[in-house]
């Protein structure tokens, strides 16, 4: 299996991250998972609305490599799962007692809310801060190999009291999630400013087209292209550089690199 | 003050062979809708309204793949996806999986406006609908006999062509390794079914505004979606343009090419129609897709590399133009 699809289900599969188990709920409190995988040669594969499949981010895989299309939702993309045997569980599996917490709290205070976001009672006007005052839960890794091939792999479990049927970033391609021949992003965030802002091509279109480095792409596209305290990412160039930019207080976030540097953090590091 | 200008698409990929009756049925239908568009732009109404009445009339007539007269999944059903975008802030509503709406691109609209989301899909884009009133009729109503033998000749066509549950060659692609010029998503060309429908506007403030609505495939599976209700993909308008595509979803949306269309404008100080041929040659895989694009000066784009795609275009110094070739 190749790293990078190792490595978010890895992320799927613990509970403290909004995808797959500990995936958020809806306002009707149940799970609808997304994800959405794309390598380097343009292949890719998307699903949503998930509800019993323990690793979305492999049926995404499974919809890049095993059908004529790139992205199937809701009931269809079940029915190709169990075709294809992938994992299921019960749909209770995925939700956790702190999830349940969360919607109650969000409920209550009559908001949909990024991932992890803590409902604080916050005036009406700085509900937009607010949005911005979370640590994101979606995961996503993208990698670039020694021969500089790319990849780039985002799931999410989406946002707290969202509606039954949103989509959010996490599976549009171009939008949480892309890849070509030389950066691979994955973006994390609130979604609807995302799509907006289509932020994972655009960091790819701003190295394209006018010859930015994959640093500049990154910090434009955060700075230019969605309002503060929306959006954070992870990206890799062919080159093997890393960034990891967000205007949010803090991203969850990490990166290693061949030649021995890597880097764990959650706020932003103080430069001189 | 610009001009204002319109384009509409009824869908890329066209048979040569397609009789010469429905040849014309066709352009007089993308005809009616284009003035339908420059009445309402007469009257000053913003870019974001005329492109959802436009659509609106593509998808209630059965000639297209929209709405009434949609493409059927393999199950003999219809599901339909839409998405607009208005230029002015970056608004967007997209839906997916739509099987009773009569106007999927007004239901996009109300995700738009009325939800906190920007894009909602199968029973909770229908649930939504509810809540807000907007008309709803049975599947049946979309379903038209046309569609019914197409999708039968596409299950014949395709146990040969390809099977998603055989992994081939074919597969490692994304399906888009059929090259035969005649076929379109590994359909022979005369029961695809291209017609998707898109209108892009600039009005005369310089707002620009895109929609896109579709059936989707011919036959395709359940669940699966397309390019149309991805913003950057089937739809994208921002300040500087409306782009709407259709063609083979998967190479689409593979080439975010509605965003890159903008993109390229923005990034690489290209005029609008530069930048639809630079999308088209350099971001398209051949025989693939095609576009209708608007800039806020009042200039109207186009570009395919299929062969033919349904289109209408106008602007406010009296030039109009309806073709397929």
């Known amino acids: 299996m190749c790293p990078r699809v190792h490595s978010v289900r890895e992320l799927e599969n613990n509970p403290h991250f909004n995808a797959g188990k500990g995936s958020v709920l809806t306002s009707s409190g149940t799970v609808e998972m997304e994800a959405c995988i794309m390598d380097g040669n343009m292949k890719c594969g998307a699903v949503s609305g998930l509800t019993t499949v323990v690793n979305a981010i492999s049926l995404a895989r499974l919809v890049m490599e095993r059908t004529p299309h790139i992205y199937l939702a809701f009931d269809g993309a079940e029915a190709f799962a169990r075709e294809h045997g992938v994992e299921t569980l019960d749909a209770s599996h995925f939700i956790t007692p702190e999830n349940i ?13 990024i991932d992890y ?4 009672q916050k005036k009406e006007e700085d509900t937009a801060t607010a949005d911005g005052d979370s640590q994101t839960g979606t995961v996503g890794c993208v990698a670039v190999d020694s021969d500089g091939n790319l990849a780039a792999a985002t799931s999410t479990g989406g946002l707290v009291n969202k509606m039954v049927g949103r989509i959010g970033d996490t599976p549009l391609i171009g939008a949480g999630t892309y890849a070509n021949s030389l950066c691979a992003v994955s973006a994390t965030g609130k979604g609807e400013a995302i799509i907006r802002g289509t ?7 701003l190295m394209e087209f006018k010859g930015l480095s994959l640093e500049e792409a990154a910090a434009c596209v955060v700075k230019e292209r969605v309002p503060k305290g929306n959006v954070g990412l992870v990206a890799v160039s062919a080159t093997g550089e890393v960034t990891m930019p967000f205007n949010t207080t803090g991203m969850f976030r990490a990166c290693a690199t061949e030649d021995g540097y890597s880097e764990i953090a959650i706020w932003p590091l103080t430069k001189d | 003050m610009v001009g204002w200008a319109i384009a509409v698409h009824g869908g890329a990929g066209v048979d040569p062979n397609l009789p010469h009756h429905r040849q014309e049925e066709a352009k007089q239908v993308l005809a009616r809708c284009l003035n339908m568009g420059i009445s309402a732009l007469r009257s ?23 709405g009434r007269g949609s493409a059927l999944t393999e199950k003999g059903t219809a599901e339909m996806e839409a998405s607009i975008m208005d230029g002015v802030g970056r608004r967007c509503g997209a839906v997916s999986g739509v099987t009773t709406v009569k106007n999927p691109i007004s239901l996009a609209r109300l995700v738009m406006d009325k939800s906190p989301h920007s894009y909602l899909a199968f029973a909770g884009a229908e649930e939504f609908a509810r809540l807000h009133g907007a008309e709803v009729v049975d599947n049946d109503y979309f379903i038209t006999e046309d569609n019914k033998g197409m999708l039968k000749l596409a299950k014949e066509a395709n146990t040969i062509m390809f099977d998603y549950r055989i992994p081939t060659v074919l597969s490692d692609t994304c399906g888009a390794s059929v090259e035969n010029p005649l076929q379109m998503n590994g359909l022979p060309i005369s029961v695809y079914a291209p017609e998707t429908v898109g209108c892009v506007v600039v009005d005369a403030q310089g707002r620009c505004a895109a929609a896109t609505s579709t059936g989707g495939l011919m036959n395709k599976m359940c669940g699966r979606i397309g390019d149309s209700p991805l913003i950057g993909a089937g739809t994208y308008a921002c300040g500087l343009c409306g782009v709407s595509c259709t063609g083979e979803g998967e190479a689409i949306i593979r080439g975010t090419l509605a965003r890159d269309v903008a993109a390229v404008m923005e990034y690489k100080g290209l005029g609008l129609q530069a930048a639809v041929d630079f999308v088209v040659k350099e971001r398209l895989d051949e025989g693939k897709a095609g576009m209708i694009a608007v800039s806020r000066n009042g200039e109207v784009g186009c570009g395919f590399n299929t062969n033919g795609m349904f289109r209408g275009f106008a602007t406010e110094d009296g030039f109009v133009e309806v073709g397929i070739w």
């Open chain 2, 44 to 66: 000053s109404l913003p870019a974001v309204d005329v492109v959802e009445l436009v659509v609106r009339e593509l998808e209630s007539d059965p000639v297209f793949n929209s």
């Open chain 1, 117 to 120: 976001t803590q409902p604080m």
């Open chain 1, 101 to 113: 917490q969360r919607l109650k709290q969000a409920k209550e205070a009559n908001r949909v809310q």
């Open chain 1, 199 to 205: 932020v994972a091509r655009d960091v790819a279109a």
